[in-house]
T-cell receptor
């Protein structure tokens, strides 16, 4: 099956630093990658949609200058949390798909981000 | 926007029994509905997709139904095993694009 690799799986850093999370589709070319945020016992909340070679589309209420997304190739998307603060602490998950509603999304294993 | 409700936050069942999870959606009727499994600290894993013109879909011990009149999908795990313990998420695409909206999930615990 389709494999999506997300790195790192766990990050602890000081307030004010920037953190980069990578998402790679290992065995297929993903037309679209998605970035989600999940709080404990809550649903996945879509933050942004990333298409290779174009600017990311952000959901309402998500600061694009805070959460920088780069989709350099059909297999790699990165999310950079800039000037992170404790309220940015969360579980961030990426997924990749062919971008059609009848196609499943293939998820990475998430990144647990803790800002001190 | 689409609202997805998974009625039970947690479900505890005995091994060998059938677990039944409910997913209700409001507003528009999606053409597809998907179910995912999520283990603690991991990303969701795709299980099944069912189309609006399909009443039922099966995969091994899993069965999904889709009732567009009731705006509801049921997810069944038959002959449940402790390894089935996880959180199960229901998701549909949004009305105006292919992006998914997820329910909060139902956590299933199967007792040996």
């Amino acid at each position: 099956g389709a494999v999506v690799s997300q790195h790192p799986s766990w990050v602890i850093c000081k307030s004010g630093t920037s953190v980069k999370i990578e998402c790679r589709s290992l065995d297929f070319q993903a037309t679209t990658m998605f970035w989600y945020r999940q709080f404990p016992k809550q649903s996945l909340m879509l933050m942004a949609t990333s298409n290779e070679g174009s600017k990311a589309t952000y959901e309402q209420g998500v600061e694009k200058d805070k959460f920088l997304i780069n989709h350099a190739s059909l297999t790699l998307s990165t999310l950079t949390v800039t000037s992170a603060h404790p309220e940015d602490s969360s579980f961030y998950i990426c997924s990749a798909s062919l971008g059609q509603p009848n196609q499943p999304q293939h998820f990475g294993d998430g990144t647990r981000l803790s800002i001190l | 926007s689409q609202k997805i409700e998974q009625n039970s936050e947690a479900l505890n069942i005995q091994e060998g029994k059938t677990a039944t999870l409910t997913c209700n959606y409001t507003n528009y009727s999606p053409a597809y509905l998907q179910w995912y499994r999520q283990d603690p600290g991991r990303g969701p894993v795709f299980l099944l997709l069912i189309r609006e013109n399909e009443k039922e879909k099966r995969k091994e011990r899993l069965k999904v139904t889709f009732d567009t009149t009731l705006k509801q999908s049921l997810f069944h795990i038959t002959a449940s095993q402790p390894a089935d313990s996880a959180t199960y998420l229901c998701a549909t695409h949004r009305s105006n694009d292919y992006k998914l909206s997820f329910g909060a999930g139902t956590t299933v615990t199967v007792r040996a």
